[in-house]
């Protein structure tokens, strides 16, 4: 057997191993260094493939996968700058926690360090960001050394006891080839017998996952029948519907109130008592209740004065992350940690009911939730189109909608989703906050969509330089409709980067313009057309529904679509600043009548362009 055969059947043992940790989506760069581990994936049953000419756009479609599977998905490319491209993933992966496998190919050592074309120090380009970086050996030199890349997938899926960061995250795979890197026909189907021969005499053994402890070590020191707030921050684990069955147990023993992230995978939900308005009601937290113990869940939101409120409360924080044991706590007011998650923590809870004094709190900051959103519902039925409205708007038009995913993109839209979306009914609401880069965005949403049933409809909310950042991100749309899958793509066109309007920078001494906001002179629905995308453009905002939902249509006959909305990012802050400055003012004033408590997400009918609808009996 010839270099190239040995090459593919190493090639085929790696993606065995690889199946066996639970990968089912291999993402696919093009090189001839990499050519064994390409053709051997086209030889793995069940192994679903997608390909890609942009190595940093692929890398953030599989991260995507990730999020939206639960389960580990390898990015393969070749050696050289191919790697480095996969950097601003694997960071993002690092942080956010999630089992991203890199598998690239490299020159044999004896090509390193002596000028070789397209030879780099590849080994060491994602060194800060991987759980484990494993280097395998030349094929053909040693046995296949499976047990040290299980090793390796093992780290992925963390929690893990050999020592480095305690939280599941990218790993490396390095292989070196020697050439010939490519067999004949013949070869390839030699190869492919003697595969298959090899598979009839052996079951590959999936590898063994070792399952957290689920005892937190001592108790959290929390008052159950104490009164008490939740702080829920962006969920970052593998099984929601177990996570919200168990912070039901949690709130149903002690009653207290949940303020949800909008990624938290909480808002919306009847039967808890969520907050999902904080941002605009902590900006008088006087007229809150506040307790003297806060639970934190998972990182914390992107708003500020969240952060402000919890770093200046005099209360106890206790702090419970989803299987990751990394320090999350900016503030530094974290007095009691685990990483071991909700559900070890509900196993300790006591018998019981909540307390009186823990209801009351309950309801007084649910009675402030009723009158923020009657109040917002009143400002924002006559806006014009505006980034604050749009979040209203498209979260009032969800709640008329089946189960949807929507990724809100870094910068505006997650700050005005949080301060201004007022979901009614449950949806898959998450962003990619780790590093919040802008790089990705297309297809991050691209994989989530991939990971959606064709049934189910994915939308992206992003700026105008997000979208540009990922280009290349249109090309995956034949992939997407290949596969039956759609993504909508709601952009707002506010001329640049309308988040640095928010900032304390523009003063007249130099050109904002310039220096930060970059606008950028692109035809941006043009492009799309160039990537054979549909698109529309709203110019109104009673025009809204009906785009949305033409928009939707086109995206599941075509994969994607995009619905331009042109915005003005100076007006747009403007519109922010008195809606701020206004609730200020009218929470000040004294409760009018007919103001009551209420308990969950309900709230009294209000008359706006996108009526609740009606929960289907047994929907949660």
Excluded at 25 to 38: D, M
Excluded at 433 to 460: F, N, P
Aim: aromatic share 6%; proline share 9%.
């Amino acid at each position: 057997m010839d270099q190239a055969a040995i090459n593919l059947l190493w090639s085929l043992q790696l993606w065995q191993v690889l199946q066996g940790a639970g990968v089912a989506h291999g993402v696919i760069c093009p090189g001839s260094r990499s050519g064994p581990l390409a053709v051997a994936a086209t030889l793995t049953p069940g192994l679903t493939r997608h390909t890609s000419i942009d190595e940093r756009s692929a890398a953030f479609l599989a991260l995507g996968l990730v999020r939206g599977t639960g389960a580990p998905v390898a990015v393969l490319t070749t050696s050289g700058s191919a790697v480095a491209h996969l950097l601003p993933a694997c960071s993002e992966a690092d942080l956010g926690g999630l089992p991203l496998i890199l598998l690239t190919a490299d020159r044999p050592p004896r090509l390193k360090h002596c000028g070789a074309n397209q030879t780099a120090p590849q080994e060491e380009f994602l060194l800060a960001c991987v759980r484990r970086m494993v280097q395998l050996p030349l094929p053909g030199t040693t046995p296949f050394p499976g047990a040290l890349v299980q090793e390796a997938l093992a780290a992925a899926r963390g929690p893990h006891r050999h020592g480095g960061v305690q939280a599941p995250g990218p790993v490396h795979v390095n292989q070196a080839f020697v050439e010939p890197l490519h067999t004949s026909r013949t070869q390839l189907q030699a190869v492919q017998r003697q595969w298959l021969a090899q598979q009839a005499d052996a079951v590959p053994c999936p590898i063994p996952v070792i399952p957290p402890p689920l005892a937190a070590g001592s108790p959290p020191p929390l008052a159950w029948d104490q009164p008490g707030l939740i702080v829920a921050g962006p969920y970052r684990g593998h099984d929601l519907a177990s996570y919200r069955q168990h912070m039901r147990q949690l709130v149903g023993r002690t009653g207290w109130p949940v303020l949800a992230d909008p990624c938290s995978g909480l808002r919306g939900l009847a039967d808890l008592p969520v907050v999902s308005g904080y941002d605009l009601l902590l900006t008088d937290p006087w007229r809150l209740p506040t307790p003297n113990q806060i639970l934190r869940l998972g990182p914390c939101s992107p708003s500020r004065w969240l952060s402000a409120w919890l770093e200046k409360a005099a209360a106890l924080q206790v702090q419970v992350c989803e299987q990751d044991q990394r320090l999350w706590d900016p503030l530094g007011r974290i007095d009691w940690r685990s990483g071991h998650g909700l559900a070890a923590l509900v196993a300790q809870l006591s018998l019981g009911q909540p307390s009186e004094a823990a209801m009351a709190l309950q309801r007084g900051w649910q009675r402030q939730q009723h009158r923020l959103r009657q109040w917002l519902d009143h400002q924002l039925e006559a806006s014009p189109v505006t980034e604050p409205w749009l979040a209203w708007a498209i979260s009032r038009w969800l709640d008329q909608q089946p189960p949807t995913t929507v990724l809100l993109a870094n910068s505006s839209p997650i700050r005005d989703w949080e301060s201004f979306a007022q979901l009614c009914s449950p949806h898959h609401v998450t962003c990619f906050r780790g590093v919040s880069g802008i790089d990705g965005t297309l297809s991050l949403a691209a994989g989530l969509a991939m990971a959606s049933s064709a049934a189910q409809r994915t939308v992206l909310v992003s700026g105008d330089l997000a979208l540009l950042h990922d280009s290349n991100g249109w090309l995956w749309r034949r992939q997407l409709q290949a596969c039956g899958a759609n993504l909508l793509v709601v952009l707002i066109a506010n001329g640049g980067g309308g988040i640095f309007e928010q900032l304390p920078i523009r003063n007249g001494g130099f050109s904002m313009e310039e220096l930060f906001t970059m606008p950028q002179s692109v035809d941006q629905p043009a492009l799309a057309a160039a990537h054979g995308v549909p698109s529309q453009t709203l110019h109104h905002p009673h025009q809204l529904r009906e785009a949305l939902e033409h928009g939707s249509q086109q995206a599941r006959r075509h994969g994607m679509a995009l619905l331009h909305c042109p915005t003005h990012a100076r007006r747009d802050h403007q519109q922010r600043q008195r809606l701020r400055a206004g609730w200020l003012a009218h929470d000040a004033a004294p409760l009018e009548t007919g103001d009551s408590l209420h308990h969950g997400n309900e709230s009294a009918p209000i008359s706006h362009p996108f009526p609740t609808r009606a929960r289907p009996a047994g929907e949660q």
